[in-house]
């Protein structure tokens, strides 16, 4: 096992990183940091983060909301600033079909037909100041979806 670990060191330490991509993930993990901290504070209970499905589904944060009895699937938007437009812009018609693809696993997983679910939209602005703002019911299933 001591190869295998000196193997993986040796290629860990030759890549070159590529540091507009890791700030890009770290401000990304900072803002669903922040988003999990402010949907816990404001009655919800996270159950998962980072959930993929096999086959491309994703959900940056699945939760229940305990004031609605509602599972939850958030995805996180994270911005320096708003020059572009506002972070839930970029959840598009493809980045809606990978969520819908990654909560449709998560039910089927759940085998409870009458839940009650949504999809909100946490968008993190890094200010300053921070400014956090929860979009709820951002969109709905498509007819064409079932679990």
């Known amino acids: 096992m001591g190869l295998v670990r000196f193997i993986a060191e040796v290629l860990r330490r030759s890549r070159k990183p590529n540091f ?36 491309g589904g994703e959900v940056d944060i699945v939760c229940r909301d305990k004031r609605h009895n509602e599972l939850v699937f958030v995805e996180v938007k994270t911005r320096t600033e708003e020059i572009f437009g506002r972070p839930s812009d970029a959840v598009d018609q ?29 968008e993190v602005v890094m200010g300053p100041p921070v ?17």
Do not use: C, Q
């Open 94 to 122: 493809k980045k809606r079909a990978l969520i819908l693809r990654g909560a449709m696993k998560w039910l089927r997983m759940l085998d409870m037909p009458d839940i009650t679910y949504r999809f909100d939209i946490v």
């Open 20 to 55: 507009s991509e890791a700030e890009h993930i770290t401000l990304g993990r900072e803002g669903e940091d922040m988003a999990a901290r402010y949907l816990r504070e404001n009655g919800h209970k996270i159950l998962y983060r980072n959930f993929r499905a096999p086959h």
């Open 131 to 147: 400014e956090i703002r929860v979009i709820e019911n951002a969109f709905n299933t498509p007819e064409k979806y079932s679990y």
